[in-house]
Every structure is written in structure tokens, then in C-alpha cells.
């Protein structure tokens, strides 16, 4: 399955959506488990960058989390169309990358990430 929805925790009617993209379903495990307890947080994981854009239009996060290196749309290239894209234009974008260099991050923002 290409996306999973993990609602972390929902006590209140101010949910906000973070929407990860990320080829490696482990780290969408990994990230549920670190946010357990925080409330009010949907975690949406889209392993697809093809399908990112168009999931990022559906949810409307509060949140993008973005990994870099994937097959098919890269991470910078993906970044852009976010910031190209009305719909995610000022949505917050944190690159999670293993490649912590600072050309890599430099890069990165260049591209719009916001962190």
C-alpha cells in the first residue's frame, strides 16, 4: 500500500496533518513511534514522490517532511514543486536526509525547504 494514515493521538477538534514522503516504510514506522503521545497529530506517509503533490493537495498539512533521496522525483526537485504549487507554497518543509553536509542542507533551502 502506497500510503498509511497514523492517527497518533485525537482529543480535541484542532487536528493537525503532517504528511511524510519517504521510500522506506521504516521510517514512517519510526516517526509514528517517536510522536506517540503528542496530541492532535495525524501522521499521513506517502512512500510514492510521484504522488506526492497531488496527496500534499489532498491533506492540506500543517507539515511536510521530505526525504531527499528517492527514485523517480528527487527530494530537491520535489521541494520546488511544492513551493511552485499554490497549494503548498508557505507549507512548512523539513528535508530529512542521512547526507547531513552542509552543501546537502544549502542545497536543500536553495530549493525551499524550510529546514
Known sequence: MDAAVHVLSSTSTKVSTILLVDDQ???GMALTRLLQG???LHLHCCLDS???I???NALAPKLILQDLV???IDGFTLVRMYRENPATATTPIVVLS???DAD???KARQAGASD
Open 25 to 27: 516504510s521504516f521510517v
Open 38 to 40: 503528542e496530541a492532535d
Open 54 to 56: 497531488d496527496r500534499a
Open 98 to 100: 542521512a547526507n547531513n
Open 104 to 106: 546537502t542542507r544549502e
Open 50 to 52: 510521484q504522488t506526492a
Open 70 to 72: 528517492m527514485p523517480g
